[in-house]
């Protein structure tokens, strides 16, 4: 199942709408838009994200950025 917020959305998919779904259903969960930070990404996957969907905020990160890194490292401590 994919939650999404938006491409570059303002605002991201509620971890109550989340966390509704996963007590719903047995699948994987998808979530993605407006997800921007380490600590958002952590808090789709404690809220029953199976996967966390982050695009626009790394496209426009500089070169050598280490935000990639970050978040994937904040999703695999939720």
Not at 29 to 47: L, M, N, W
Request: glycine content about 12%.
């Amino acid at each position: 199942i994919y939650l999404e917020g938006g491409s570059g959305a303002r605002w991201s998919v509620p971890e109550d709408m989340i966390q509704a779904v996963r007590d719903s259903v047995s699948l994987p969960i998808i979530v993605g838009g407006g997800i921007r930070s380490p600590e958002d990404a952590h808090k789709k996957i404690k809220a029953g994200a199976d996967w966390a969907v982050v695009g626009n905020v790394l496209e426009k990160q500089p070169p050598g950025s280490s935000l990639m890194k970050e978040i994937a490292g904040a999703v695999h401590t939720a």
